[in-house]
């Protein structure tokens, strides 16, 4: 299939929409193959499991039936419009961003609604012309889609920008998850020092199961800003901020974007060695137990929370935090504790009387979830947690009622 050959929903022929009707119920593996060689009908095929793909999380894109989505490879790599919507409030407005791994391009709509100008860089033919197709079709004219390799061509360049964004590759060439930033394609920390020449500040999406110690040594002295970014139930990303000229001491935030907007958790590392992580010496009925929100668990702020929002620790390695009093404001979920039991056998017998369904977790425990599920064969469910913890030095399962 050819670039031009790439049609979106609303330009499918009559003949393929009357095909598509006669197949309506079939999933996508059983449409590719009664479409055949056909290019149009696998196309169809392709631009509808991409919008089922998507709906969640690209409702604006998904609803355009002018959209392109040009291959199901850029459809799950790409961010979602929310995260896109946060790395833009990054972007001063009036900016000339280049994005060096464009992808489907999500980012580069929401920069370009920010900047003056923004350059995608995609080396996939197919990818980058459905970028600048999509550009237009999202009423964005200030958007430069160019087909080429990054690297090669920023080695070449004698552009300038206010901003770069790059989001590496992190699978090897088998498909195996990597852990540094050196091992990333582009290789970032080889190319940070033409980055900063071509603009002042360059913004490194990474990912969040990198340790995030190695990868401020990786880039230093460039580093200014490392952010956690993640949603209520899931750390998405690491997001770390270079400069030219970094002589400002690093910043450090856990942004979390949840349903009623974004929450900000931000620190000075520096002061964290001045700061007593406090221990809990026991827990009762009727407390106040916290669970961060996986961007701020990742971040490591433990101390913060300690001091920021008046908690304390259930123990050293056991990252739930308790109080008397609800504090509304700490950024994680609350709960009311409803009991507290010993992890022995008369405890369990007697969760499993008292609980029909029960959402499981641990921390700092002697078992997994898992396994603790089995142990105490209640099915997952309902409005309760079951905390499997190590708390002020022994094992208990508390049990947490959520608050609003």
């Known amino acids: 299939m050819t670039m031009p050959d790439l049609v979106a929903e609303r330009d499918f022929s009559p003949q393929v929409k009357r095909w598509l009707e006669r197949q309506r119920n079939r999933d996508f593996h059983a449409l590719m193959l009664s479409a055949g060689s056909d290019a149009d009908r696998r196309n169809a095929a392709l631009q509808i499991e991409c919008r089922r793909k998507v709906r969640r999380k690209l409702p604006e894109a998904a609803a355009n039936d002018a959209f392109l989505f040009p291959t199901l490879l850029s459809v799950e790599q790409c961010t979602s419009e929310a995260l896109a919507a946060y790395h833009a409030s990054l972007v001063a407005p009036g900016s000339s961003v280049l994005d060096m791994t464009s992808g489907l391009g999500i980012d580069v709509l929401a920069i370009a609604r920010r900047a003056t100008h923004v350059t995608a860089l995609e080396r996939t033919p197919e990818v980058s012309y459905s970028l600048q197709y999509n550009a237009s079709v999202m009423g964005l004219d200030n958007i430069d889609a160019v087909c080429a390799d990054s690297v090669e061509w920023i080695k070449r360049t004698d552009r300038k920008f206010d901003l770069i964004f790059i989001d590496p590759a992190r699978r090897d060439g088998d498909g195996g998850r990597i852990y540094n930033l050196a091992d990333c394609e582009p290789d970032v920390v080889d190319l940070m020092q033409r980055m900063l020449e071509v603009a002042p500040e360059v913004i490194v999406k990474a990912s969040p199961m990198f340790d995030i110690a190695r990868a401020v040594k990786e880039l230093s002295p460039y580093v200014v800003a490392v952010r956690t970014i993640g949603t209520e139930s899931e750390c998405k990303e690491l997001l770390i901020t270079c400069r030219r000229d970094s002589q400002e001491p690093v910043c450090r935030e856990a942004v979390t974007i949840g349903k009623e907007g974004v929450s900000l958790f931000g620190w000075n ?31 490591g702020a433990f101390r913060q929370l300690c001091l920021q929002y008046d908690v304390a620790q259930l123990d050293l390695d056991t990252h739930l935090f308790l109080s008397d009093e609800f504090n509304r404001d700490f950024p994680g979920t609350a709960y009311r504790i409803a009991g507290v039991y010993e ?26 979830a898992t396994d603790l599920e089995r142990r105490l064969k209640i099915k997952s469910g309902g409005t309760c947690k079951l905390f499997g913890v190590r708390a002020a030095g022994e094992m208990r399962l508390i049990v947490g009622e959520p608050l609003a």
Request: hydrophobic share 40%; proline share 5%.
């Open 269 to 299: 590392p520096d002061a964290d060695s001045g700061i007593t992580l406090r221990i809990c010496n026991s827990v009762v009925d009727n407390q106040i137990l916290y669970e961060p929100w996986p961007a701020v668990m990742k971040s």
């Open 343 to 368: 992890f022995n056998k008369s405890s369990i017998k007697e969760l499993r009387s008292k609980y029909g369904h029960i959402n499981v977790a641990v921390r700092n425990f002697v078992m997994t």
